[in-house]
């Protein structure tokens, strides 16, 4: 049985010595890498092959993810990955025909998106501003424990889904990614023991190549592994950059998003606050950390690539490794930004079958509810009171409910507010008009 002293968090992973340090970045890497990448991967579909770059990604979740830290004094262990609130744009983007979009080839169209993005993510710097003049006392009057605990619990929940459909794809290479990353978690010694998830990638994964020199294939027949892309890749590459561009239509479809993702960088940081156990709301302040994501997201759309988020993944990692020391988090940034410039290995990541991302999700996204649950407990949040129970009710049904979001109409323009936003907005408006919000709890 694990002795407290044993389990306690490390807040500095010098004390591991470097090649643990490297390889627990590398963990947190290997976190972030699937959905990062999927990103672009699905705004391709939408712009017929001719969307996102996944170097490009890459790069700017790495620099993007350093920036971060640096407007946050450094103190935040948090990864900023491709954001997936945005793909409902990016598809209205792809899909105008009025204006200068009327004849306009796909390639061409994606510039303006990514200037939609610039716009929303200085968006973020506006409501830094405000947090900073008013004071962060009076903004999180608004932000009790009885709303950011369900809106944690939705973000791991409403991310659930998308861990089954990549686990259905071989229900054996996710069960074994689960099932090692359990065992080491559970029964692992020493340094074994905080790279679990890492572990789970490494095994799984050589099981997938046995099965697959084998002859195996998933259950629907496709290959198990494809390496097609693999070869064709150079080995040395820059980023294909790309400028971005401005016009007011796809400014009104891309920046309203910005109200969606500010919501979720609030959950997020009070699940980084919570998983951690520090106020980093406080300190280094809600202000720090949304200029910092807003930059980065708008530095990143300015070369052709798309918006940042805080991601859940990094913070599940965070909860079963228990190191909690952000360098860690910039060695997996520095590592993106290295394979950014690898076209060969960036594509040999992505070679992971997608089975082994669902196995490993299973235990990352349930991490992240698991800390929302715990929000709650130990905030001792009175759900005797009807207040509480009607604000916890309609956030869990509107964050789980919306998951096609809703989508309202902006002059021509279709935007979505993703379920989770919706969420975030009736969880505060509802704090805020019903009776006894100063109660204790």
Not at 124 to 140: C, E, F, H, P
Request: proline letters at 5%; aromatic letters at 8%; a neutral charge.
């Amino acid at each position: 049985m694990l002795t407290e002293q044993s389990s306690a968090p490390i807040r500095d992973a010098r004390s591991l010595g470097i090649p643990k340090m490297l390889l627990l970045g590398l963990q947190h890497m290997f976190a972030m890498f699937g959905a990062t990448i999927l990103v672009p991967i699905l705004v391709n579909n939408y712009f017929g092959g001719e969307g996102l770059s996944v170097q490009v990604t890459l790069i700017c979740a790495g620099v993007g993810t350093l920036f971060f830290h640096l407007c946050s004094k450094f103190k935040v262990p948090a990864f900023l990955g491709s954001s997936f609130a945005f793909l409902g744009g990016f598809s209205a983007v792809a899909n105008l025909n009025t204006g200068i979009f009327a004849d306009m080839p796909m390639g061409a169209r994606l510039p303006y998106a990514c200037g939609g993005i610039v716009a929303a993510g200085l968006l973020y710097l506006a409501l830094a501003l405000i947090i900073k003049l008013a004071g962060i006392r009076k903004v999180m009057r608004f932000l009790p424990p009885v709303v950011t605990g369900p809106i944690i619990i939705c973000i791991g929940l409403s991310l659930a889904p998308s861990a089954v459909a990549n686990a259905s794809a071989n229900w054996f290479l996710a069960l074994t990614a689960l099932s090692v990353i359990i065992v080491f978690n559970i029964w692992g010694k020493g340094m074994f023991r905080i790279i679990p998830i890492l572990l789970g990638v490494v095994i799984s994964y050589a099981a997938a190549l046995v099965l697959n020199a084998c002859g195996f294939t998933n259950p629907d027949g496709s290959a198990i592994l494809n390496f097609t892309n693999v070869a064709a890749a150079s080995w040395v590459g820059l980023p294909p950059f790309e400028w971005c561009k401005f016009d007011i239509t796809a400014i009104l479809v891309m920046a309203p998003i910005a109200l969606a993702t500010m919501m979720e960088h609030i959950g997020d940081m009070s699940a980084i606050s919570a998983t951690v156990g520090e106020n980093f709301i406080e300190d280094p302040g809600l202000h720090r950390t949304l200029a910092g994501d807003g930059l980065a997201t708008s530095f990143s759309a300015m070369v052709g690539g798309p918006a940042n988020t805080t991601y859940g993944e990094n913070t599940g990692v965070l909860e079963l490794s228990r190191v909690h020391d952000p360098k860690v988090i910039r060695l997996a940034a520095c590592y993106a930004i290295a394979l950014s410039f690898l076209p060969k290995f960036a594509e040999l990541i992505s070679s992971l079958p997608s089975a082994i991302i669902g196995g490993v999700s299973f235990m990352l996204y349930g991490m992240i509810s698991a800390i929302g649950v715990r929000n709650v407990v130990e905030n001792q949040v009175d759900f005797t009171k009807s207040r509480n129970l009607i604000i916890a009710a309609v956030i869990l049904v509107s964050g789980l409910g919306f998951s096609d979001g809703i989508t309202f109409t902006v002059g021509t323009a279709s935007v979505t507010l993703t379920g989770l936003a919706a969420a975030a907005l009736a969880g505060i408006l509802l704090n805020a008009v019903l009776p006894g919000r100063d109660a204790p709890g």
